[in-house]
């Protein structure tokens, strides 16, 4: 059963102009974590505006160049040691934080996919599984993904060992072999466990921070 697209329901639902806030990167074990902001014309929106997760790698690029051309855009990120300080989570809602606050133009709301709102000077509204929902957070799904992978391959062109380019910093068997290899370089998160257990593995401290 193929599952129903995204629409325009939520954002109609709440009165002035909306937008919609995803993430991507909040899994993999080195790279920064990358928020959007995207506010939609209805009338100008890109066809094809789906969940990033189910698109094509080049589809997805596409459909992201097209929307910085027509829509209202703004890309928040929180670093590795942003990451490391203050954890997975809070590290994300402050990337989606910043993300808003470069919006071009300001939103009387803002709709957040999952189940916890950022701090925003608009009122924020959260959504499950809202990539699959809203049109407008499917949009900044696509690019707060399309914005970090690019990121990673411009890493990846300085640390070549660890097939970022194509693992996005994830926990593939390449990544993990470049581990072994070359050990672990300033852009690992080394709150997240494989990372701390490859630095501590001697003296094993206590672990604060896990992959959530």
């Not at 990337?95 to 300001?106: E, F, H, V």
């Not at 509204?125 to 411009?154: H, L, Q």
Request: hydrophobic residues 40%; aromatic residues 6%.
């Amino acid at each position: 059963m193929t599952a129903p697209a995204p629409s325009f329901d939520i954002e109609g639902s709440i009165p002035g102009i909306i937008a919609g806030i995803d993430e991507a990167g909040r899994g993999p074990w080195a790279g920064p974590v990358v928020a959007a902001a995207v506010i939609l014309n209805p009338e100008t929106m890109p066809e094809g505006v789906r969940d990033s997760k189910k698109l094509s790698e080049k589809r997805r690029g596409e459909i992201a160049a097209a929307l910085w051309e027509v829509a209202s855009i703004g890309v928040g990120v929180a670093s590795v040691d942003e990451i490391d300080k203050i954890n997975i989570l809070q590290a994300t809602l402050l990337a989606m934080s910043r993300a808003a606050a470069n919006l071009p133009l300001r939103p009387d709301a803002c709709i957040v996919d999952g189940t916890i709102k950022p701090k925003l000077r608009a009122p924020a509204y959260t959504v499950v599984k809202g990539d699959a929902k809203s049109f407008s957070i499917a949009a900044a799904s696509i690019i707060a993904k399309t914005t970090r992978d690019r990121m990673m391959r411009e890493l990846a062109r300085e640390f070549p060992f660890y097939a970022w380019e194509k693992n996005k910093g994830y926990g593939a068997p390449a990544h993990r072999t470049g581990l072994d290899a070359h050990g672990v370089t300033p852009h690992h998160r080394k709150s997240f466990a494989p990372i701390h257990n490859m630095l501590y593995a001697d003296s094993s401290p206590e672990l604060i921070e896990t992959n959530r």
